[in-house]
């Protein structure tokens, strides 16, 4: 078994080793790295999920259907598809699967384990929000909501970022004088004044997901 | 009534000029007439709400949520840990149940927070808001504080996901939840019991990135409470209240609707009842504005019990 290079993989390097490491048992590879990946193998395809998901019609597969694809050892597919980043964790469908799988945290961990092998789509508009919204809120400890706002409009550039933030400047307006919107906030805004605690706390937690992630090869 | 103490977590959307600052407005006034005083864990931070699952892995958002316990347990031992936003009552909740069920990510999780100078050793029961009133209070004690009537108003109580899901609120029902109707109710208001729309999905977190997908969710809800003849809509939850209420212009917009349904928090309701002024209750911190209630704050007390 090839062993895995010990400091900061790059996303594709991780999906190469990964993809040999489990080659065709890409069920396995799921139930190893995917957050509660080992429940996959409890679904009994009734398709209550797939019914009950308020954006069922957006998903390309349904979770019903990523769970067989999983077992079928359809990894690209599953690992490419913009599916799962469509969940909005209402928790629908964890509250009526009768195999209580725990279907909100499998899919995003799909979701999370396509970010890190890089196989997700580059554009794709929710993993981009989900970084977004870490890396601020960890950055001092607490939500910047205008950085974060900001950071979301101007993703695909200046003008676009303009662009949408005009259609959205009456709201804007109104929740400023609503005080529900401080545009001093993109200048700082509220912190905890143990950030730097908070930091190396979780400098240190990945830095045990990543040992173990290695070790279990 | 005896005085209630709680350790506070209100979460990024309830701090000053904050999203939901209008929210926490309302639970202050609403807590005064109850005799509740919410003490702040102190230096609390974000939970990561529910979208932060790609950007931070397991361990890092476990880690971040046991932060708030070990501290409420520090500062404020023993009290219950009450949040008021249902993203942050999910997380320090999921968080708590992880690590006191499982040995390895307790320890695995305490090895990251001593980076912090902190350390789990367990903590207080995680609960939201509404839990409180409904088990610490029952629905015939929030009748006593009420001088105001709110007769001539219907609500939508507008439960949506996340105080429903997956852990649900006083044993109630995931489809036809009561407890907001009885929560309205208690206070004098008049609910709608089944309405389609109570516990759908206003998209979320998802409302930012995918918003046509997001609006067209939100307009189903609104046109929902109309069809049933509400007056407004009502929420236990800042990202539904926001998604709700800031919305409805961006899809008139881009659909020629003309809704205008304003949005409430159950705290703000409950305030007005309980005799607070339209700055007590929040009730200037809104885009769609709540002209009803609006005025009944406005109007003397009418003493009704």
């Known amino acids: 078994m090839e062993k895995l290079p010990t400091t900061h993989m790059t996303a594709s390097a991780g999906n190469t080793a990964a993809s040999t490491r489990y080659h065709n048992n890409f069920l396995k590879e799921v139930e190893a790295n995917v957050e509660d990946?080992?429940?996959?193998?409890?679904?009994?395809?009734?398709?209550?999920?797939?019914?009950?998901?308020?954006?069922?019609?957006?998903?390309?597969?349904?979770?019903?259907?990523?769970?067989?694809?999983?077992?079928?050892?359809?990894?690209?597919?599953?690992?490419?598809?913009?599916?799962?980043?469509?969940?909005?964790?209402?928790?629908?469908?964890?509250?009526?699967?009768?195999?209580?799988?725990?279907?909100?945290?499998?899919?995003?961990?799909?979701?999370?384990?396509?970010?890190?092998v890089g196989l997700a789509r580059k554009k794709q508009s929710t993993r981009f929000f989900s970084v977004?919204?870490?890396?601020?809120?960890?950055?001092?400890?607490?939500?910047?909501?205008?950085?974060?706002?900001?950071?979301?409009?101007?993703?695909?550039?200046?003008?676009?970022?303009?662009?949408?933030?005009?259609?959205?400047?009456?709201?804007?307006?109104q929740l400023m004088m609503a005080k529900r919107l401080n545009p001093f906030e993109l200048f700082g805004g509220h912190r905890c004044k143990d950030a730097k605690g908070i930091t190396a706390m979780l400098k240190a937690a990945r830095q045990i997901e990543e040992q173990q992630r290695r070790a279990a090869s | 009534m005896s005085k209630k103490e709680y350790a506070f977590y209100p979460g990024c959307s309830s701090q000053k000029k904050a999203s939901a600052a209008n929210y926490i407005v309302s639970v202050d006034s609403m807590c005064k007439s109850l005799d509740i005083e919410l003490k702040p864990i102190p230096d609390w931070n974000c939970c990561s709400a529910s979208i932060s699952y790609a950007g931070g892995r397991e361990l890092e958002r476990l880690a971040l949520n046991a932060r708030n316990l070990v501290l409420a347990e520090?500062?404020?031992?023993?009290?219950?840990?009450?949040?008021?936003?249902?993203?942050?009552?999910?997380?320090?909740?999921?968080?708590?149940?992880?690590?006191?069920?499982?040995?390895?990510?307790?320890?695995?999780?305490?090895?990251?927070?001593?980076?912090?100078?902190?350390?789990?050793?367990?903590?207080?029961?995680?609960?939201?808001?509404?839990?409180?009133?409904?088990?610490?209070?029952?629905?015939?004690?929030?009748?006593?504080?009420?001088?105001?009537?709110?007769?001539?108003?219907?609500?939508?109580?507008?439960?949506?996901?996340?105080?429903?899901?997956?852990?649900?609120?006083?044993?109630?029902?995931?489809?036809?939840?009561?407890y907001l109707d009885k929560l309205i109710e208690s206070v004098g208001g008049e609910t709608i019991e089944k309405w389609e729309h109570k516990v759908s999905c206003c998209g979320g977190a998802l409302a930012f990135p995918e918003p046509e997908k997001s609006q067209k969710l939100i307009r189903e809800i609104v046109e929902s409470a109309y069809d049933n003849g509400a007056d407004m809509i009502v929420t236990p939850c800042p990202l539904c209240q926001a998604n709700v209420e800031v919305y409805q212009s961006e899809i008139n917009r881009t659909q020629g609707t003309k809704l205008n349904m304003p949005v409430m928090y159950y705290s703000q309701v409950m305030s007005v009842a309980y005799g607070s002024s339209v700055k007590e209750a929040g009730l200037d911190g809104h885009i769609i504005k709540p002209t009803k209630l609006q005025e009944i704050a406005s109007k003397a007390e009418t003493g009704k019990k």
Request: proline share 4%.
């Open chain 2, 74 to 178: 520090q500062h404020l031992p023993g009290k219950d840990i009450v949040a008021t936003c249902a993203g942050c009552w999910l997380n320090a909740r999921e968080c708590k149940e992880k690590i006191d069920g499982s040995e390895k990510l307790r320890a695995d999780t305490n090895t990251a927070l001593k980076e912090a100078g902190l350390s789990y050793k367990g903590s207080a029961p995680v609960r939201h808001m509404v839990e409180v009133l409904v088990e610490d209070f029952g629905y015939d004690a929030l009748k006593k504080p009420v001088v105001k009537s709110l007769e001539g108003l219907k609500f939508a109580g507008y439960v949506g996901c996340q105080t429903n899901r997956p852990f649900g609120i006083a044993g109630e029902s995931f489809e036809n939840p009561l």
């Open chain 1, 132 to 173: 977004l919204f870490w890396n601020n809120c960890v950055k001092t400890g607490r939500l910047n909501e205008l950085k974060l706002t900001m950071g979301l409009y101007f993703k695909d550039g200046f003008m676009a970022g303009l662009k949408q933030a005009w259609v959205m400047r009456d709201s804007g307006r």
């Open chain 1, 37 to 116: 990946g080992q429940w996959v193998k409890m679904c009994m395809q009734c398709g209550v999920c797939a019914g009950s998901c308020p954006l069922g019609p957006h998903w390309e597969h349904t979770p019903q259907k990523l769970f067989m694809m999983i077992r079928a050892g359809k990894r690209e597919e599953v690992l490419k598809s913009d599916s799962m980043w469509m969940c909005t964790s209402c928790y629908n469908c964890m509250a009526r699967c009768p195999r209580k799988l725990p279907i909100t945290h499998i899919v995003h961990g799909l979701a999370a384990y396509a970010h890190q």
